[in-house]
């Protein structure tokens, strides 16, 4: 079965990001690498499900 | 003393050992001999220790000893058995944080800086203990040091990444332990194994000579069989350092004078929603239960905390990626076969979606710190269920899966990402397995935190149940 095009999206995305930072890895290892981007991707888009204004600066933990 | 007659009448919790030490009943060179005869007894089933610093322990117990006999001031925790998780720096040790890829690195030069603190105060420190490999996990469940068994139940987890300090604590091994937190590192194995913990707000104590893993989240803390040892933990603990950026230059707090202050006058609140819909039925029934008996009636729910724990699961992705990214590339078969295929996806997120969790953590800090206008301490459980078997690799809440490693900190995520103070106290839902409340309070007041828990304590709810001798 083919995958759909955000999984290909990501697949595209993992090999080209490993290639320019010359990582080489096995068919397995890079497989589950794929599904871990794919769950970050998932961790993106909740985040994008609570927009916050536009000006926001970087948090800066160190003046709690 | 015979250490191998130990009963229950011999020196336990810090407090008893600093009791029975000052008072003269039993010598440093006694309780040293009883907690490694402890450790030897119990480790091999529980796998807590990593290294077992016996004849250190024993020349700072003669050092203590000899500080009594010439009347010297004795510290705090005069003649106290600790141990540490192993990313923290021990003098002529490698610092391993649980991870092959170190084991060549030369030994540690010095201490870390609290455990100088620790020794400081009279201290004795036991060993080093295991730990999910660069902190990455909440199972403990590492492929070149093994598994640590929870010692309530050994064919469990004992919950990570400081499973290993969880267990000793729990098995009474030391009275307390070091560990740190980035994402629930302190907090999960403190549910799990049913002790009391603390994470200090972010800034709080000195990470000078620990392995890093996620700088702008990692905290560390103490984890104790009661809440009075907790505290005696912390208050030496304290004390700000230069040489972390992150260290705020705050005065020492003391909180253990104020322990028993009781909750009078505290607004304190149940936490809802987000941390409703993902607590099993023994965590949703020690949040309610730990309400009810601090007579919390009121319940709120924190905006946006799915967002909020899909940020910390990004930066922590994103740093700790960046951070091994180099020694992925040339090592790659040196790294935990468990988490490497995370930080090799961690080490390839895009700067924007970086940027955004950290822009999100400002926003959602601002919110918290506005409902901390009406309400002086939050409760919320700490884990979503009791402890998991060992290769566990799902648990489900209702009809949703979900991976266990990753998701046991479902609820600690969300807190720890902005900073917050938080305690856990240890309840104990029909069965045998603990599971903990996080006790949550505004930045710096570790103080309500603490005297939070001793009212759960007091009250006969929460406790450590830890065998004695």
Redesign the interface.
């Known amino acids: 079965m083919n995958p759909d095009p955000k999984t290909r999206a990501i697949e595209s995305?993992?090999d080209a990001?490993?290639e320019l930072?010359?990582?080489t890895?096995a068919a397995e290892?890079r497989q589950?690498?794929i599904?871990?981007?794919a769950?970050?991707s998932q961790?993106?888009a909740?985040?994008d499900?609570?927009p916050?204004?536009v000006g926001?600066?970087?948090?800066?933990?160190?003046r709690? | 003393m015979n250490p191998l007659s130990m009963n229950s009448t011999f020196p336990f919790t810090a407090a008893e050992c600093v009791d029975a030490f000052t008072s003269g009943a039993c010598s440093a060179v006694e309780i040293a001999a009883a907690t490694l005869a402890r450790i030897e007894k119990a480790n091999p089933a529980l796998n807590a220790f990593i290294e077992i610093t016996a004849p250190r322990m024993r020349r700072e117990a003669e050092s203590v000893d000899h500080a009594r006999q010439l009347k010297q001031p004795l510290g705090p925790l005069a003649a106290v058995p600790f141990a540490v998780k192993n990313l923290f720096d021990v003098e002529g040790i490698t610092t391993l944080a649980g991870a092959k890829l170190y084991e060549p690195y030369p030994p540690a030069r010095r201490d870390a800086d609290l455990i100088q603190k620790l020794n400081r105060a009279g201290g004795l420190l036991a060993g080093t203990l295991n730990m999910d490999a660069y902190a990455y996990g909440f199972t403990t469940e590492n492929t070149h040091y093994g598994a640590t068994h929870n010692p309530r139940d050994a064919t469990r987890s004992a919950g990570g990444s400081s499973g290993g300090t969880g267990a000793a604590v729990a098995a009474g091994l030391v009275p307390i332990g070091l560990a740190s937190d980035t994402n629930g590192s302190i907090r999960v194995p403190s549910s799990l194994c049913g002790v009391f913990g603390l994470k200090p707000?972010?800034?709080r104590l000195s990470r000078t000579g620990s392995q890093m893993f996620v700088s702008?989240l990692d905290h560390l803390g103490p984890l104790a069989t009661t809440t009075e040892d907790l505290a005696l933990a912390y208050d030496a603990l304290q004390g700000s350092d230069p040489l972390d950026?992150?260290c705020?230059l705050r005065p020492t707090e003391p909180t253990r004078s104020m322990l028993n202050q009781g909750i009078n006058g505290l607004r304190i609140a149940r936490l809802t929603g987000y941390f409703d819909e993902h607590a099993g039925p023994e965590a949703l029934w020690a949040s309610q239960i730990a309400a009810q008996t601090l007579g919390a009636f009121s319940e709120v729910e924190l905006p946006?905390v799915?967002?909020a724990?899909?940020?910390a699961?990004?930066i922590t992705?994103s740093e700790s990626g960046a951070l091994y990214?180099d020694r992925?590339?040339t090592h790659?078969d040196q790294f935990e076969p468990l988490s490497?295929?995370?930080l090799?996806?961690?080490?390839?997120?895009p700067a924007a979606?970086y940027?955004?969790?950290?822009?999100?953590?400002?926003?959602y800090?601002a919110q918290v710190m506005r409902l901390f206008r009406d309400v002086d301490v939050l409760i919320a459980p700490a884990t979503p269920i009791t402890a998991p078997l060992l290769g566990q690799p799902s648990f489900k809440l209702g009809n949703r899966e979900f991976a266990t490693r990753p998701n046991m900190g479902l609820l600690t995520q969300p807190i720890s990402f902005?900073?917050l103070p938080v305690a856990v106290a240890p309840l104990w839902p029909e069965g045998n397995l603990p599971i903990g409340v996080q006790i949550i309070a505004p930045?710096?007041r570790e103080d309500l935190c603490l005297r939070v828990a001793r009212v759960l304590e007091q009250a006969g709810l929460a406790s450590s149940r830890t065998p004695r001798g």
Do not use: C
Not at chain 1, 56 to 62: G, K, M, Q
């Open positions: 995305y993992v990001a490993l930072h010359q990582m890895l290892l589950d690498v599904k871990q981007f769950l970050l961790m993106k909740t985040l499900g609570q916050i204004p926001e600066e970087p948090s800066n933990l160190y709690l | 707000t972010y800034g702008s950026p992150a705020a946006g799915a967002a724990r899909s940020a699961y990004l992705a990214q992925l590339r790659i490497r295929d995370r090799i996806a961690g080490s390839l997120i979606w940027q955004q969790a950290l822009r999100y953590r400002r926003w800090l902005i900073g930045p710096w």
